[in-house]
């Protein structure tokens, strides 16, 4: 016992120290505002802290549970006639402010927010209060029993060694009981904390003058806010959304305090407000769109959850259409004790509604219906209708809402036009897109050919103008036992018979779910999208199955929650079919959480096998997302075992690339088993998915041919979906690693442009186009190629480029039509795109190759007078050779020698350079051809050593000998070096710069 003792002692020593860190101060935020009857002051906290606050003598002291620190100067300029300057306690924990008077004092907390209210009116027999957290801990306190190790029991070797393992296993016993009794007495305090929670709210609510005052509780949750009303006692309430606003409204009058959403964050909430009515509790709150009521009462307290999803309520308040009771026909809302009901005005559409609270929780009317007189909206809780007419007259009586009308009601709905009835009988107007499939099938399958055989009988025997509810019925009957194109047949006969049907909703809508499960998606989207179906929350949810079979997830998931809160009036195959729709929407768009939710409401055993088949898709594909993929690898396997194709094909697909991905499987064999795929499944984002993915790894393959083929045929069968648009991307991509990222170096020029030019489109914009086609020439002239790199650079100066970039570009394409023997089109170039405001560099650039085109037009003349007072090496060069060639020698040779005085003196320690041989060649031939012997001379003295050792030693020597020499070796030498081409030595320069 001893050593228990110190043990527990160790433990708490050590808790004890491990807990300081976690006292480090806290940044908390402060307000303060003034108001009417008091002046309050806000703490908000970053996590729920529970707190003291309390007034003794002239001071207002505040005790935290963990120190914190603060902005207090919000509360020295707003209540300086409330409170002085602060006080702040050694630990960090407390703060006192002195008081300027005498006031009450009131406490609240809300979740994170701590607020105290310092009332200007003191309570006469009490000014001390305290406030405690509101909220228990979310797992109650577990004492800390110690149990101490097992130790291995030893060999039983006398009496008293077994007495004591029995003690042992009684102390174990007496333990296991504590520890239940302590989990049973830790579950009834847990209830009795809720149900003492509930029973201080209603003890909030006051009671003036007959009218109660309370302040309504708010809390975050996950998902959205959940907002509380605590009566005193049993009221009736309504609930439902009208646009922007949600109306909440009770049949007892009370003043809500609503000053707590002033301190809520605007994204949830954004506005609250109660309209003055001396009957009931009218509450409107401005709220974010997307947000739906859930609705829920415990004893008196009401409870409006704002959620993303908020469900169908429990109870569906049928509407009765009794168009024979007297006087004038009535439409009865069935409801368990309906009260009112109450006239209130909409400020914002300016039209009255008339709202019947209901006192059973979760009573609603889930869907909107409209009539000449009156419309019913759709309500999470309660009834509400607005008036379309003066002499409407709405009560409320146990078991009903009754809506009449002195004048007669005017009853004559979609339905009863639709199917060709005259108004008698008793008829519950349905929405124009809900399938009523189970009643439509009018039997069972024994029954089915006689049923059908009545049904074209009624047809038949009907006349033309009233054959219509006969047809309806038909078609409605064919859908029902899964014969869509028998229900399309009859739907089209209707239509040639009376063109102004498919004006008619109830049509659009039938033939809306017939073209779906035809597999026309156009036309079902079209048809469900009709302003006769806007309002129609089935209609909205049959076009976001539609929508899902088009792969347009986003458009899905906003079409399935506006038809959500119908979801529910439909067979469990149905809403498994709706439901697996969704989650596949969901998980394309990245939501995986929602996509599980849809999934685990499927009971995928119980489906038919093509339905279930789609359910473990879905499943395979989390199981993936989730990196579990052994257990995805299992789950597609079991999808191909059913041979379904809408689904086996997807799932080789997510497999083979599942496979690829974990290395299991390389391209070459990826490329092979996709190959197949795409003849297997044609149409749809299926096929979409294989060609990307095979265009994907022909391109990690090198194969960019057969990538880009390959992607081109996906952008072009389908152009104007999500996915297409990303394989175009994945194609431009490709191309600019190619051509700008040297992708294409490993393949030789020729093919690398026949390449470009068969996938030319792809070329982008901009300066990024510009340098792909620079590279592209490059390469083209480097392997002599002209007339491509020629063609390629001309397209690209015509159409594409302006400006600096134009001219620069234009310089490169002249150099290759100089090289190519085409000097008329190169100063053509030059002059077309000839441009004031140059950078002078380019400027000069162009005006040398200019002249260098009109020299090798022989025009000479011209050529020299372009580049007169040009004194620079590449202009000297350019003149020696057009004197070189109007084989004007003295000047020729006179130019040369210039050219070769700037090269400066030649090396003595390395050979010279080949172009500067040939110079050097010229230079000498122009002064012998010239009679110039002191210039052959200072020739010979200035590079005999260097030319020596050339390969034109020996010509050097012989011209260099003698101008007057006319020697048959001179001759033979001078004819050769006087027909050299100048244009190559001249060009050098250019060609490098390319």
Known sequence: MFRYSVYMLLLTVCFAFGAAPAMAQQAVKTRAGVHAEYGRIVFEWPTKTGYRAEIKGKQLRIVFDKPFTANYAVFEQKLADFVGKPVIGKDGREVRFPLRREFGLKTRQFDKVVVIDLLMAPPADDKVAEKTPVMPPEKPATPVTMTPPRIAAAKIISERSEAEAEADRAAAIALEQQKKQEAEDQAIGAALAKAKMIEDEKDAAVTKGGQIDFEMRVKEIAGGLRMRFPFPKDVAGAVFLRGDYLWVVFDKPAHVDLSIVSLLRRDVIMKAEQLDDQDSTVLAFKVAPGYLPRVARRHSVWQVDLLREAGTPDGILPVVREPEAEPGGLVRVRAGNPTGPFAVID??????????????????????????????????????????????????????????????????????????????????????????????????????????????????????????????????????????????????????????????????????????????????????????????????????????????????????????????????????????????????????????????????????????????????????????????????????????????????????????????????????????????????????????????????????????????????????????????????????????????????????????????????????????????????????????????????????????????????????????????????????????????????????????????????????????????????????????????????????????????????????????????????????????????DKMRTRYDAQMAASPYADSFDVISRSSANNGVAFRQLASTIAGLDTLKDFMATYRRDL
């Open 347 to 936: 400020p914002t559409v300016g039209d009255t509604i008339m709202i019947s609270p209901v006192l059973e929780a979760t009573q609603a009317v889930v869907e909107s219906r409209k009539y000449v007189d009156f419309e019913l909206l759709p309500t999470s809780q309660g009834v509400a209708i607005v008036l379309r007419s003066d002499q409407l007259k709405v009560s409320a009586a146990p078991g009903s809402v009754m809506i009449t009308s002195a004048a007669g009601l005017q009853m004559s709905d979609e339905v009863v036009r639709s199917l060709g009835k005259n108004g008698t009988g008793k008829i519950t107007p349905q929405p124009p897109a809900y399938m009523e499939f189970d009643r439509w099938k009018r039997g069972t399958a024994e029954n089915f050919y006689a049923t059908r055989q009545q049904l074209r009988a009624n047809v038949a025997a009907t006349k033309l103008v009233e054959r219509r509810s006969g047809q309806m019925s038909l078609a409605q009957f064919h859908l029902a036992h899964g014969l869509e194109a028998e229900a399309r047949g009859i739907l089209n006969i209707m239509a040639s018979e009376d063109a102004n049907i498919i004006n008619d909703p109830y049509f659009r809508g039938l033939s809306g779910v017939t073209n779906y499960y035809l597999g026309r998606l156009d036309e079902a989207e079209r048809d469900l999208s009709d302003n006769g179906l806007k309002n129609d929350s089935h209609a909205k949810l049959w076009l976001g199955a539609v929508k899902a079979r088009q792969n347009s997830w986003k458009e899905a998931l906003i079409a399935f929650d506006s038809g959500l809160a119908v979801m529910g009036k439909y067979s469990p195959q149905i809403r498994a079919e709706l439901r697996i729709l969704a989650g596949t929407a969901a998980l394309a768009m990245g939501e995986n959480d929602r996509a599980q939710r849809e999934l685990n409401n499927v009971k995928i055993d119980t489906l038919t096998p093509q339905m279930a088949s789609e359910g473990r898709l879905l499943q395979a594909n989390l199981l993936e997302v989730r990196g579990k993929n052994d257990a995805a690898l299992d789950a597609y396997d079991k999808v191909i075992a059913t041979h379904y194709r809408p689904t086996e094909t997807p799932a080789r697909l997510s497999r083979l690339l599942l496979l690829n991905k974990l290395g299991s499987m390389d391209n070459a064999k990826a490329i092979e088993q996709l190959e197949g795929l795409r003849y297997a499944w044609r149409g749809d984002d299926t096929e979409l998915k294989i060609l990307e993915a095979l265009g994907k790894r022909y391109a990690a393959n090198g194969a960019y041919r057969e990538s880009l083929s390959v992607m081109r045929s996906a952008v072009t069968y389908y152009p104007n979906t999500e996915r297409s648009s990303h394989i175009a991307d994945s194609m431009n991509e490709i191309f600019a690693d190619l051509y700008l990222r040297n992708g294409s170096s490993t393949m030789p020029a020729i093919k690398a442009l026949a390449l470009y030019y068969d996938f030319r489109e792809l070329t982008p914009l901009g300066a990024d186009g510009d340098e792909m086609i620079r590279r592209l020439g490059e390469r083209l002239v480097a392997v002599d190629l002209l007339d491509e790199a020629i063609e390629l650079l001309d397209h690209q100066v015509r159409y594409r480029l302006d400006g600096t970039a134009k001219a620069q570009v234009a310089v490169r394409l002249a150099v290759i039509q100089l090289l190519d023997k085409q000097p008329d089109k190169a100063l053509d170039t030059i002059r077309r795109t000839r441009q004031t405001r140059l950078p002078e560099d380019l400027t000069f650039r162009r005006l040398i190759l200019e002249a260098r085109a009109l020299s090798e037009l022989s025009e000479f003349e011209q050529a020299l007078e372009l580049i007169a007072g040009v004194d620079v090496p590449d202009a000297n060069l350019l003149r020696a050779d057009i004197y070189w060639a109007a084989q004007d020698w003295p000047k020729a040779a006179s130019s040369l020698d210039k050219v070769l005085a700037d090269s400066g003196p030649p090396p003595s320690d390395k050979p010279l350079d080949a172009p500067l041989q040939g110079r050097i060649m010229r230079a000498a031939i122009a002064y012998a051809l010239a009679g110039q012997q002191d210039g052959l």
